[in-house]
């Protein structure tokens, strides 16, 4: 991995100047949803932030879970909300849960936080479909390799049908000598405990990975990376690209019901 300038690489606020405006887009547009189709607030842990915003569709099938990014040290759900609109258009119910962040938690205890919520879920769809984006993406891929047997006897092996990454983070080392790593903490093995792409292999599901048009090669690598692993131990991936993108508009189509991005995933959400 020498060679690589990395701080380049992974600074998407560096990289796309534009972003105050889009983010503010993002605050707006979530409350405009929230205000129109007010969610019920799940909670999942004792935190305050360990809550889901549960956007409520014709309560058949699976339920699609969003995590949102931030790199595990910014953002809550309340930033989110308007990504349920394309699904819910669908009658497909929509989960956008908080976590805690980093400095004041690690990157283990927020991939456990999202086990804490997808056990609740459980209550209403023992079918989930994780998506995520960004240190969301990270998220959902270990969503889909958790052995949930082994994090409670109750839950049914296959309790997540499959996972869809947007811009997702596979492999944290490259992380480690960043200024994104100040809060995160990572050392070399904090980070390789945390990388999806070391798990073992999912043993059922599927796991679609895409990235922005206009992201960094090294985002590009980590989704080829793990859809080639995984894909080679045998479950379904998918590696995309969604045009003319960067890394904050790559979410832009989950708004939209008629988009591609919609399409796929209510497709995997009727399996």
């Not at 991995?1 to 796309?16: K, S």
């Not at 040290?73 to 497909?92: E, K, M, P, T, Y």
């Not at 480690?176 to 292999?201: K, V």
């Not at 090669?217 to 080679?232: D, H």
Request: proline share 7%.
């Amino acid at each position: 991995m020498g060679g690589i300038d990395y701080e380049a690489e992974y600074n998407n606020r560096a990289r796309v100047p534009e972003h105050p405006a889009v983010m503010a887009g993002w605050v707006r547009d979530a409350a405009a949803w929230r205000g129109s189709h007010p969610p019920r607030s799940i909670p999942y842990g004792p935190g305050p932030r360990n809550a889901i915003d549960f956007f409520e569709g014709d309560g058949k099938g699976h339920i699609v879970v969003f995590i949102h990014g931030g790199y595990w040290q910014a953002l809550d759900s309340s930033s989110f909300s308007h990504l349920a609109r394309g699904l819910n258009a669908h009658g497909i119910s929509v989960a956008i849960p908080s976590y805690d962040l980093c400095p004041n938690v690690t990157v283990e205890q927020i991939i456990v936080e999202m086990r804490m919520a997808s056990r609740v879920l459980a209550r209403l769809s023992e079918r989930l479909v994780i998506s995520g984006h960004s240190a969301g993406g990270h998220l959902a891929a270990c969503m889909l390799a958790t052995d949930w047997k082994a994090f409670d006897a109750r839950l049914p092996s296959n309790l997540v049908t499959a996972a869809y990454a947007i811009s997702g983070l596979f492999e944290l080392a490259p992380l480690i000598g960043t200024s994104i790593n100040r809060p995160l903490g990572l050392d070399e093995a904090a980070a390789r405990a945390a990388s999806p792409l070391f798990f073992q292999p999912p043993a059922r599901g599927s796991l679609d990975a895409v990235v922005g048009e206009a992201e960094s090669g090294e985002y590009f690598r980590q989704s080829q990376a793990i859809v080639e692993r995984w894909g080679q131990a045998g479950i379904p991936t998918r590696f995309g690209t969604v045009a003319g993108a960067n890394h904050f508009t790559a979410i832009a189509p989950l708004a939209e019901p008629n988009s591609p991005m919609v399409s796929r995933l209510s497709e995997l959400a009727a399996r």
